[in-house]
């Protein structure tokens, strides 16, 4: 079992840059690929990024928010981080990490066995 616990969001203006970090319970961690997913008001949850297990680290974005974020994995912590520049107001969401026990990372949020509980992301105009 893995349990994931995000943190680092809160309300920015727009412009900003905020670091959510997703911390992981678990021996195996460096195993699994990692996501990041987002769900906006009224809309269904989407993806955002990607990242490979097994030492690869191979990553993978959306495409609207590719050079504004950025995916990254520190196995030594079992932490998972998103880092966003430029916030945009249509950024606003609540931001899921997941985990899925297969080295591949995927854009597909089935194909994710665990996920957290969520941080809230608010941008301000």
């Known amino acids: 079992q893995v349990q994931l616990v995000e943190s680092g969001g809160g309300l920015v203006q727009a412009g900003g840059s905020l670091r959510l970090s997703c911390a992981a319970s678990?021996?195996?961690?460096?195993?699994?690929?990692l996501g990041w997913f987002r769900q906006r008001p009224g809309k269904e949850r989407e993806f955002v990024a990607a990242i490979s297990g097994i030492g690869s680290s191979t990553t993978e974005y959306k495409e609207s928010v590719k050079g504004r974020f950025t995916i990254s994995r520190d196995n030594a912590k079992n932490t998972v981080y998103l880092q966003i520049n430029s916030l945009k107001p249509e950024d606003t969401a609540v931001y899921y990490c997941?985990?899925?026990?297969?080295?591949?990372?995927?854009?597909?949020?089935?194909?994710?066995?665990?996920w957290g509980q969520g941080t809230q992301v608010t941008v301000s105009s």
């Open positions: 678990g021996r195996t961690f460096g195993r699994y690929a």
């Open positions: 997941a985990a899925r026990t297969s080295p591949f990372r995927s854009s597909w949020h089935y194909d994710y066995d665990y």
